[in-house]
């Protein structure tokens, strides 16, 4: 249980990686990119469904505050699933073709007042 609770740090990049491709597969073409190899659909369909932190995370945005429901969505998944994290870096997250401001990504447990574990905790989770 710690060991998945530290890996909830990991959230932060993956969901906006995550994020990303699904909006990438819902705007795109049907031939849009499959997830990465080794992100498991589970895992896919949990970082999905944070869908409302992407327009914080991603590179250039000039949002000052995450989406009202993005706090909430994010706890879920430090809850639910923190290892989709794990995975989801492990997987190259640039292969979505959407750019994340990281630095926002792993400030975003901090400015939803969530306590997440550093990045460095995912290697136990892999």
């Known amino acids: 249980m ?5 890996c ?3 959230l ?3 969901v906006a990686l995550a994020l990303a491709a699904g ?4 705007q795109g073409p049907a031939g ?3 997830p990465a ?4 659909s589970e895992c896919m369909t949990a970082v999905l469904n944070m869908s409302d932190c992407l327009p914080y995370v991603e590179s250039g945005s000039k949002t000052r505050h995450p989406d009202k429901a993005c706090c909430p969505e994010l706890d879920g998944l430090l809850q639910s699933n ?3 994290l794990c995975q989801l870096l492990a997987g190259g997250a640039d292969s979505y073709g959407i750019s994340v401001d990281y630095k926002r ?3 975003l447990p901090g400015v939803c007042r969530l306590n997440a574990p550093p990045l460095s905790a995912c290697a136990a989770c892999l």
């Open 82 to 84: 923190p290892v989709c």
């Open 8 to 10: 909830s740090g990991l």
């Open 12 to 14: 932060l990049a993956a």
């Open 32 to 34: 849009a990119p499959a």
């Open 23 to 26: 909006m990438a597969a819902a």
């Open 37 to 40: 190899a080794g992100i498991s």
């Open 105 to 107: 990504a792993m400030a």
């Open 2 to 6: 710690a060991t998945l609770r530290r």
